[in-house]
């Protein structure tokens, strides 16, 4: 039985880890963009959907674990429906892209577009990532979403 509310603990320790930190990160944007207007485009749903349907597994084990009586296996399933739930609440509010007319907000920086050099995509990366290089050589990563508003800001082209 100590087992079970171990795993309960530390997996309602992690959701509130995971909304702090993403809280923490929105209350930063916030600071950094005051004065100054940013669109927001949210790119989380079809992520926020693939894990929800992913969370049938977690659910179902635990279930099934609730089923056996067995207090280990309840322990475990417990906590991965609570850390399947955390990454859930991460997507939902961390796949947000800030941007205006002449700047976004990658990495919790302002970017101004005139400051990117070149854009490529990352070779073998399934999600569809892409590194940003500034002219002063810093490297920023973003996903696809975003990426056709940066293209359409800057008129620039991706490098293979």
């Known amino acids: 039985m100590m087992n079970i509310a171990f795993a309960a603990l530390v997996g309602v320790a992690y959701l509130i880890y995971r909304y702090l930190t993403n809280k923490r990160a929105n209350d930063r944007i916030s600071l950094l963009s005051e ?5 927001c485009l949210n790119y989380s749903k079809a ?3 693939a894990v929800g349907f992913l969370m049938i597994l977690p659910i179902g084990s635990f279930i099934y674990a609730l089923t056996t009586k067995d207090n280990d296996l309840i322990a475990i399933f417990l906590a991965f429906v609570f850390l399947f739930l955390a990454e859930w609440v991460n997507l939902m509010l961390s796949l947000r892209f800030y941007y205006n007319d002449t700047s976004c907000i990658i990495n919790n ?3 101004q577009y005139k400051s ?5 995509k990352r070779v073998g990366n399934p999600l569809g990532r892409y590194t940003l290089i500034t002219y002063s050589g810093e490297k920023l990563s973003i996903f696809r979403a975003p990426l056709n508003i940066i293209l359409e800001k800057t008129k620039l082209k991706v490098s293979n």
């Not at 004065?35 to 669109?39: A, L, N, R, S, V």
């Open 35 to 39: 004065g100054i207007k940013f669109e």
């Open 47 to 49: 992520a926020v959907i």
């Open 109 to 111: 920086k302002i970017v």
């Open 116 to 120: 990117i050099k070149t854009i490529i």
